[in-house]
Every structure is written in C-alpha cells, then in structure tokens.
C-alpha cells in the first residue's frame, strides 16, 4: 500500500511531466573495445517521456598553485543537460537505461543527440540521465 506521500509524489511528478515534458528516442546501446557503440539487440530502442533541461555552469579546473605565481583559477564554462523521467515512466521501460545510450528529440528541430554520460536515481524511483552532445550522429 502507498503511503500518502507517495501518492502525493506521483500525482506531482505526473503533473509536472504533463506541463513540461516531451517526447524522446531512447536507443540502448553497448560498448565494445576498439569499436564504435552499436545498438543493444537485448533492449530495443523505444519512445520515452520527461523534461529536458539544459543550462549553462561552470567546472573548476584542478590543480596546483604555488603562493605568488598563480593569482587566480582557471574555469570552463559548460552547459549541462539532461532528461528526468517518472518512476511510472522508467518502469514501463521494461530495462534500464544505461551509460552510453543514445536519446533524440524529434520534436526538436536541429536539436543535437545526445549520449548518456551518467544516470542519477531518487529513491522514489524517478531517473535523471545526464546528457552530453553525441561526438558520432546517426
């Protein structure tokens, strides 16, 4: 039995998919050494739903610095990305999403593709995929 703030946290999440969300290719992939990622014949590529979200920050670079000779820090300047998907929406999957798969936005004209770089997942089930820009398009 669900606990009210589990209801509650469904109900919320379903909102906030509902108003923000939209639609994405999910391609699993697998990783092989020397070769470029292929597709993952065990998991087929399927139609997911989240957010997407994007913006910019910033990414010290780390080293070191003797007193006098190094007056500040280097830093990057990034843009990070990823895409949150429900606990609903991720059991419906039927598999895990895992590092190296590949996510498309065909709602998105010239959006690029991207690949998963790290998953993130709540303890109420919800997933959040970190994305960087795919190098190799298909």
Avoid: K
Avoid at 22 to 45: C, G, H, K, S
Avoid at 60 to 76: C, D, K, N, W, Y
Wanted: no cysteine; hydrophobic share 45%.
């Amino acid at each position: 039995m669900a606990s009210p703030f589990d209801t509650l946290d469904e109900l919320l999440s379903s909102a906030v998919a509902t108003a923000y969300g939209e639609a994405a290719i999910l391609t699993p992939r697998v990783a092989t050494q020397y070769a470029q990622r292929a597709a993952d014949e065990n998991r087929p590529a399927t139609n997911v739903w989240g957010v997407f979200s994007a913006g910019p920050g910033e990414s010290p670079i780390r080293g070191q610095a003797s007193a006098g000779e190094f007056s500040g820090s280097t830093r990057l300047q990034v843009m990070g990305a990823q895409f949150w998907m429900t606990a609903a929406q991720v059991s419906a999957l039927g598999f895990a999403p895992a590092r190296g798969d590949r996510i498309a936005f065909p709602d998105r004209a010239g959006s690029p593709v991207y690949a998963v770089a790290a998953i993130q997942h709540t303890d109420l089930g919800d997933t959040a995929l970190m994305l960087v820009r795919e190098d190799q398009p298909e």
